[in-house]
């Protein structure tokens, strides 16, 4: 993998972990219910199609997707639970992805999305056999899915080719400039939000 496809993961990565962090963090805090996971789904489709951009390997997506899973140990209380929801965000996009050779974006969205939320609800209350989850069973898997999830595939279904057709302008260059004029701004962020995210976690540890 190339050093700028590395950057690029750090900081796509970095970018989702944040937001998981303190928007999600913000929202829960707030008592939202569903909401959270929805915006939060969407956020992190939009961050996946900009991945497939910079870092079109197969496995970026999931890739990104392990490194945000690590921001969410800032949050306090911690939900192990949502490490598996956004490990399954990136697994969702990636076979998407590939199913479709990355074509039809907002097919990778919708369908992405619906395998993410219903891999998720299925593993979390009949495999780990979460309390929360568990107690509810299917009533809750459906309307998790049903539900929450269609309201996040409709949105990612919508944000993707848009972040898509956002990175691909951005992507491009002027003749004679370089390739990526801010990647020394780009490394500087990234370090700064990893440097946060590992002062936190010892400081709240």
Not at 7 to 12: G, I, N, S, T
Not at 114 to 121: I, K, R, V
Not at 133 to 141: F, L, Q, R, S
Not at 171 to 177: H, I, N, Q, S, Y
Request: with cysteine; aromatic share 12%.
């Amino acid at each position: 993998m190339k050093k700028q496809h590395v950057l690029a993961v750090l900081f796509l990565s970095g970018l989702w972990g944040l937001s998981e962090a303190v928007l999600g963090g913000w929202m829960y805090r707030a008592g939202m219910r569903d909401v959270p996971a929805v915006v939060l789904a969407v956020m992190a489709m939009g961050v996946l199609a900009v991945t497939k951009v910079y870092v079109p390997a197969v496995g970026s997506a999931i890739a990104v997707a392990a490194l945000a899973m690590l921001y969410k140990f800032l949050n306090q209380p911690f939900f192990a639970c949502h490490l598996l929801a956004i490990l399954f965000l990136g697994a969702g996009f990636e076979a998407l992805h590939a199913v479709t050779r990355g074509r039809f974006k907002p097919l990778i969205g919708l369908g992405g999305t619906y395998l993410a939320f219903g891999l998720f609800a299925v593993t979390i209350t009949f495999v780990f056999r979460y309390a929360w989850w568990a107690d509810a069973g299917w009533p809750k898997v459906l309307r998790y899915v049903g539900l929450t999830g269609s309201i996040a595939a409709a949105c990612s279904a919508a944000v993707v080719p848009l972040a898509d057709r956002l990175a691909r302008q951005l992507a491009r260059r002027p003749e004679g400039k370089p390739a990526m004029p801010a990647w020394a701004v780009l490394s500087a962020a990234t370090a700064a939000a990893w440097a946060f995210a590992v002062v936190r976690v010892i400081w709240v540890g």
